[in-house]
Every structure is written in C-alpha cells, then in structure tokens.
C-alpha cells in the first residue's frame, strides 16, 4: 500500500451553489474553505462518509462527466433531488435501471431507486477508462484491496483503504480522455514524498507550491489526483 484513499474534489464555477447542491442531496454540513470553496462534510450519523470539496475554478466546464457518484434514492424516484436542483437528463428505460441526472454545474451521476435493505446515499464511485481492470488493478496496487470483474466488462475495486463507499467502479468506454477531470480524488501519502507513485507509473504534474502543499499527479489513464503528505500523528 502506498496511499489512502481520502476524499473527494469538484470542480465549481460557482462553488457555494454547488455545495449547497451536495449538502442537500448529501445531508452534510455545508462549510466555508476560504477563497471561495466550500466543503460538504457527513454529519454524525454518517460518519463513515468522506468529505467533498467544492474547488472554485476559472475554466467552464467542457466534454464528458468521466468520474461521478453513484447515488441509492430513499425512495422510489428522484424528486428530492430535482427539487433540490438537479436536472434529469434520462429516465430509466429496458437498457438501464436508473436515472442520471446532473448537477447545477451540468456534471452528470446516477441514481437508483431505494429498497429496504440499503441506505440511501453515495455507495459507488464510477470512473470511465479503456482498460478497466488494469487501471482498477493499478489503484489496487497503491490503495490495496481487491479487483473484480462484473458481467459488463467493468472491473470493481473493493476493500481500498480509506475508500468510504461500497465499490469503486471503472467503467470501459470507447473514447479517450482529452480534458481535465472536473471530479477527482485525493490520497494521504505513506510516505513524504510520492517518490513510489510515480515509480508505480504515476506521472507527475505539479509540485507543491508556497499555497499548497501537496502534489498533483495523474494515474496510468491520465487521471488527475491530489497526494498530500502523511498527516501529523498525535
């Protein structure tokens, strides 16, 4: 293991009406990050869940939703969520079982009807590639856990440390990534520097800066993920 998983990052034009979007579909606490972010952190009674960071940014946002959430409804279908602010952009119909909708950003996640024995909330994180089970294989290398193959050729990666949800899928597609990934995630570092990462096939693309104090690198798909250094012991 070479990281921990450790939470979530969205890309916002506005980032206080995208987390207060998140906090309501979420129910967490909406906080102010200063310069303009916000974070969407779990309550007490879901604590089991990972902070979302809602990052301001300059640049609209451009091409496919590659990285979303998937989300199981309290109910039968997703009208909290529209009033909540959510856009439906397909219903459920005989080739898939859900809807997805987008977010007031425009970027797209997927909800499934609720059932007794779930909870309702976040319980996968998708990430469309081209080689399903070996960038799945490639993150199992550097969070742990363990890949498996479902029946539509994806590959799920279960049991990553620090990975807050039921499953982590990644997804086959045809077409490449060409644009930054408006969702992303973050990892604390075993060690303090990402020195195994990159020897792992990470690429690096930002060093840590007076402001900032972590690393920018991108996964074997192109990727772009945060590693922060490993957190203070008390």
Request: aromatic residues 8%; negative net charge; contains cysteine.
């Given at each position: 293991m070479i990281a921990r998983f450790k939470d979530l990052c969205l890309d916002a034009a506005d980032a206080q009406v995208l987390g207060e979007f998140w906090g309501r579909v979420l129910d967490g606490e909406v906080v102010d990050a200063g310069d303009g972010d916000t974070r969407v952190d779990p309550r007490a009674a879901r604590s089991g869940a990972e902070s979302?960071?809602?990052?301001?940014?300059?640049?609209?946002?451009?091409?496919?939703?590659?990285?979303?959430?998937?989300?199981?409804?309290?109910?039968?279908?997703?009208?909290?969520?529209?009033?909540?602010?959510?856009?439906?952009?397909?219903?459920?119909?005989?080739?898939?079982?859900?809807?997805?909708?987008?977010d007031p950003d425009g970027n797209e996640f997927c909800a499934f009807a609720g059932r007794?024995?779930?909870?309702?909330?976040?319980?996968?994180?998708?990430?469309?590639?081209?080689?399903?089970?070996?960038?799945?294989?490639?993150?199992?290398?550097?969070?742990?856990?363990?890949?498996?193959?479902?029946?539509?050729?994806?590959?799920?990666?279960?049991?990553?440390?620090?990975?807050?949800?039921?499953?982590?899928?990644?997804?086959?597609?045809?077409?490449?990534?060409?644009?930054?990934?408006?969702?992303?995630?973050?990892?604390?570092?075993?060690?303090?520097?990402?020195?195994?990462?990159i020897r792992a096939g990470a690429t690096l693309l930002r060093e840590p800066t007076d402001q900032t104090r972590w690393w920018v690198l991108a996964d074997p798909e192109g990727n772009e993920f945060c590693a922060f250094p490993p957190r203070p012991t008390e």
């Open positions: 979302i960071w809602v990052n301001r940014v300059s640049e609209p946002r451009t091409g496919k939703t590659r990285v979303h959430l998937e989300l199981r409804l309290a109910g039968a279908d997703p009208a909290p969520l529209v009033a909540a602010g959510a856009r439906i952009v397909r219903e459920p119909d005989e080739e898939i079982e859900w809807w997805v909708l987008a007794p024995d779930t909870r309702p909330g976040p319980m996968e994180l998708v990430v469309d590639c081209a080689e399903p089970e070996r960038l799945a294989g490639w993150w199992a290398g550097v969070l742990g856990g363990e890949v498996e193959m479902t029946g539509w050729d994806a590959a799920s990666l279960i049991g990553a440390t620090g990975f807050p949800w039921d499953e982590w899928i990644f997804n086959p597609v045809p077409e490449r990534k060409t644009v930054k990934n408006r969702m992303h995630w973050d990892v604390d570092l075993v060690d303090p520097e990402p020195t195994a990462l």
